[in-house]
């Protein structure tokens, strides 16, 4: 199994960021799939995940609507929107499937 995330990177405060986790080698739709960050220095945390059924799911009472997951299983692919991000958002964010982890991808929300 293995799981590929893209689309981190360099944001003002209040910009928009779509990171992407395509899964590979594993039936993508059987199970739910999440997302998590590291901020530098600190716990990794939870911060969204979807079910089989898409019901979503906040992982973290910050998230404050600003992010959105949902998936497409024709692609093998999970997607989390975040928008109005905060220099707090700053981290690692990792797609978690199955109890295999992504590469993680750097998001730095910055002025």
């Known amino acids: 199994v293995r799981l590929e995330e893209s689309g981190g990177g360099v944001v003002q405060p209040g910009g928009s960021l779509r990171l992407s986790c395509t899964v590979l080698g594993f039936t993508f739709e059987d199970y739910a799939i999440g997302w998590f960050r590291q901020a530098p220095g600190k716990e990794y945390e939870g911060v969204s995940c979807i079910s089989i059924r898409d019901r979503s799911k906040d992982l973290r009472d910050g998230n404050e609507g600003r992010f959105t997951i949902w998936r497409e299983n024709a692609k093998s692919t999970a997607y989390l929107q975040m928008n109005n991000l905060k220099p707090e958002d700053t981290a690692v964010y990792y797609c978690?499937?199955?109890?295999?982890w992504g590469q993680g991808t750097q998001v730095t929300v910055s002025s």
């Open positions: 978690k499937h199955r109890g295999a």
